[in-house]
């Protein structure tokens, strides 16, 4: 993009038309998805609401904030997510802080969040008793922060192997007055031993190295050691898997999201450790990318 945006973008309306023609034809966006995030990347700018921004198209924008939409276009334009602009993201209908420590919390986590929500349910249906729950990876900790958010009564812990994540995961907790969620550093399983819970969640990375998906601007801002575990892509669910007896409770759930084309194979996986009621159930968009599994009550804790 050039110095100026358009002749008429001193108001709001102007702005977000040439915001919108700017991402149309940048690499980082375009489609029908470039006037939504012209209007999400205006408001945010003008530090408004996107009713404020509809209902006020003539509104004169200052020079600053004219500068502020200039920069961010020129970053969007490089591939930087608009969460790490705005500083905020969505995620069921919380909003969250995110630094590029954290990945951008996406839209098909939230099935994540509903799974281990009904799971949850009918566990504590059955025993009565208050289900223990842990976040494995919670980077932003969106995950985790959503299932206290919608049953405050759980026990939650959330794990991440970075300190920089965690410090984001816990400002999160914070702000969304949640503070009773237990936040401990460390890999995978390594800070759990010795402790037992009904459900283990997890959104760990699972992108294989030489995925070209990997070379996407706007993935080459976010953290490698959240998007890909290296080597086949594997390697987190594998051992997150493997190790679960260990941690589940006798008739605990597990709920893992992976990729797309992994449903078979993470299916496999659950299958072979002796998992039970193994289930991948396709997302809004028909892809599998949540899968979940129930640890045997009789044969618990038995390899
Ligand atoms: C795909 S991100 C998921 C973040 C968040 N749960 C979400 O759904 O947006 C994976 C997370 O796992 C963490 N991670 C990567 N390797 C790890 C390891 N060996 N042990 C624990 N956490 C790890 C990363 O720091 C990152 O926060």
Do not use: K
Request: hydrophobic share 45%.
């Amino acid at each position: 993009m050039g110095e100026t945006l358009a002749d008429d973008d001193t108001t709001i309306a102007g702005l977000v038309a040439a915001a919108d023609a700017a991402l149309a034809t940048g690499a980082a966006s375009g489609g029908s998805e470039s006037r939504r995030e012209a209007e999400a990347l205006v408001a945010a700018a003008l530090q408004i609401g996107r009713a404020t921004l509809l209902a006020h198209p003539e509104r004169r924008v200052s020079d600053p904030q004219h500068a502020r939409v200039r920069d961010w276009l020129v970053r969007r334009a490089r591939g930087e997510p608009l969460a790490y602009l705005t500083g905020v993201r969505e995620f069921w209908s919380l909003t969250f802080r995110v630094t590029p420590d954290v990945l951008v919390p996406r839209p098909e986590t939230e099935d994540v969040v509903a799974r281990a929500l009904a799971l949850g349910d009918e566990l504590q249906a059955r025993s009565g008793a208050t289900p223990a729950v842990v976040d494995l990876g919670t980077g932003s900790g969106c995950i985790a922060l959503a299932i206290a958010h919608e049953r405050p009564a759980w026990r939650v812990t959330a794990t991440d192997a970075s300190p920089a994540a965690l410090r984001v995961a816990r400002g999160n907790a914070h702000s969304l007055e949640l503070v009773h969620v237990e936040f401990v550093e460390g890999r995978w399983y390594a800070p759990l031993a010795g402790r037992r819970f009904d459900l283990i969640v997890s959104n760990p990375p699972y992108v294989a190295a030489n995925d070209t998906a990997l070379d996407d601007p706007a993935l080459r801002h976010e953290p490698r050691m959240a998007l890909t575990p290296e080597g086949d892509g594997y390697a987190a669910l594998r051992h997150i898997i493997e190790d679960a007896p260990h941690y589940l409770r006798a008739g605990g759930c597990l709920v893992l999201e992976h990729g797309a084309r992994q449903g078979s194979d993470v299916s496999r996986m659950l299958e072979t450790r002796g998992f039970r009621h193994v289930r991948c159930a396709p997302d809004l968009a028909g892809h599998d990318r949540v899968t979940s599994a129930q640890w045997p009550h009789i044969t618990a804790g038995l390899p």
